[in-house]
């Protein structure tokens, strides 16, 4: 009889997962309250039971007598499995509280770097009074943000008091938490350095580039490619550092991330940390790039597979001729999807995989991610290509006939920046 699994959500991620858990001859289950979902279309059963209903939930698991609980890139269905796997006894992903604590709240995850010496912005300390004494003492331009939400929701940047003023007032009406962080803005390009983790032991497993349409915020990174440039820099000033941060933060199986800017004066700073997969979800495509499968080592640790330090890949210290890519299809305003054009034929290219939770009829927000599409390529050129052939296919329409995503077409600064990452190797 196989093994019952469930999967709490259909959020990026959740479908690699799934189609994972099914090659290892898993029965699945996936359960939220989305009527479909290509989650749940992939899985064995789907339930239409919300994540946050524990007491019903750990009543199905016991009747279906599940073994294991999985999610995607998703705090808040990640709190939810805890507790239902504390409820069930089954092995849980992040069995620390204060690591989960930590993986939450951007000023935990910061208070840290400070008590370890690792490189921070400067932050500024205010209340919601915003007294005329905090606010000279703030040097503009800053970043304001909540605490508790990714994706860069609540966030704002401030170049004088009244957009201060405005950005607290935003920030906190988006937050469960009444710590609202001001630092200063940082300038220069930003990547999410992952990490993967056995027995309290750490390994530098990927440095992914984050690029931005040109014309769009700065922050709405469209593009996420697996790159080395600047890896050696990377690994020579903050590395150590970070790799302590996360062991502090007591983060001792599975994977982590951190994000960083390489700033306008030349040094890299810490912004924040997840202890879970990133939305991008390159460790689809990765594997085809180091060889290390993610997901499979993911789901072992739901089934209860103790890893080992010597389980863990290498530590990455050098460049890769390949590269995994994630693309990003961020929404262009507040609409309705009326019409998707292009999958099929998208789904037929080579190393592309599609993650696409928003269909025809579904709402979507302003900035909100639609779906992704992941690309592998043995050279960035393949990979360019690919991205190419996307954009040429994907139509994703509103009921006017109109565009509802951004476009990513800075192909050249991508194709420049990776070959200046291999040089800097020697290669």
């Not at 073994?67 to 709190?79: K, L, R």
């Not at 970043?143 to 609540?154: H, I, L, R, T």
């Not at 937050?175 to 390009?189: A, D, F, M, W, Y």
Request: one cysteine or more.
């Amino acid at each position: 009889m196989k093994r019952k699994i469930i999967v709490l959500g259909s959020d990026f991620g959740t479908l690699d997962m799934v189609r994972e858990a099914k090659k290892m001859d898993l029965y699945v289950i996936a359960t939220d309250l989305m009527k479909t979902s290509p989650t749940k279309t992939a899985a064995d059963e789907a339930w239409m039971i919300s994540t946050t209903d524990i007491d019903l939930l750990e009543k199905k698991c016991r009747e279906e007598k599940i073994t294991a609980v999985m999610t995607g890139a998703s705090d808040f269905n990640i709190t939810c499995a805890r507790e239902l796997c504390k409820r069930l006894n089954l092995p849980i992903y992040c069995e620390s509280d204060y690591a989960w604590t930590v993986a939450r709240n951007k000023s935990e995850f910061k208070k840290i770097c400070k008590e370890v010496g690792a490189p921070v912005a400067k932050d500024y300390s205010v209340t919601e009074e915003l007294t005329e004494e905090e606010l000279n003492a703030i040097h503009f331009p800053v970043v304001v943000k909540p605490v508790d939400n990714s994706g860069n929701k609540g966030m704002s940047y401030c170049k004088n008091r009244e957009e201060l003023r405005k950005a607290y007032k935003y920030a906190r009406s988006v937050s469960k938490n009444n710590t609202i962080i001001v630092e200063r803005q940082l300038h220069g390009p930003e990547w999410t350095v992952n990490y993967v983790l056995a027995d309290g032991e750490i390994h530098l497993l990927y440095f992914s580039r984050e690029h931005h349409q040109p014309g769009e915020l700065a922050n709405l990174y469209s593009l996420m490619n697996t790159s080395s440039c600047y890896l050696q820099k990377y690994i020579e000033e903050v590395n150590e550092k970070v790799i302590e941060v996360l062991k502090r933060a007591e983060f001792k199986e599975g994977i982590a991330w951190v994000e960083v800017m390489l700033d306008d004066d030349g040094h890299f700073y810490l912004i924040e940390c997840g202890y879970r997969y990133g939305g991008d979800m390159s460790y689809a495509s990765y594997e085809k790039v180091s060889g290390f499968n993610s997901i499979r080592w993911m789901l072992d640790i739901c089934l209860g597979v103790q890893h080992t330090k010597n389980d863990l890949p290498s530590p990455l210290t050098t460049a890769y001729l390949g590269t995994a890519a994630t693309y990003h299809l961020f929404a262009l305003k507040d609409d309705v999807v009326a019409k998707i054009e292009g999958l099929d034929e998208i789904e037929k290219l080579p190393d592309v995989m599609i993650d696409m939770p928003k269909r025809e009829g579904n709402p979507v927000k302003y900035h909100a991610c639609m779906g992704t599409i992941r690309i592998y390529g043995k050279t960035c050129d393949a990979m360019l290509d690919n991205l190419k052939k996307i954009n040429n296919f994907l139509r994703i329409e509103n009921k006017n006939g109109e565009n509802m995503f951004i476009r990513f077409t800075d192909y050249e600064a991508v194709r420049k920046e990776f070959m200046a990452g291999l040089k800097q190797f020697g290669l």
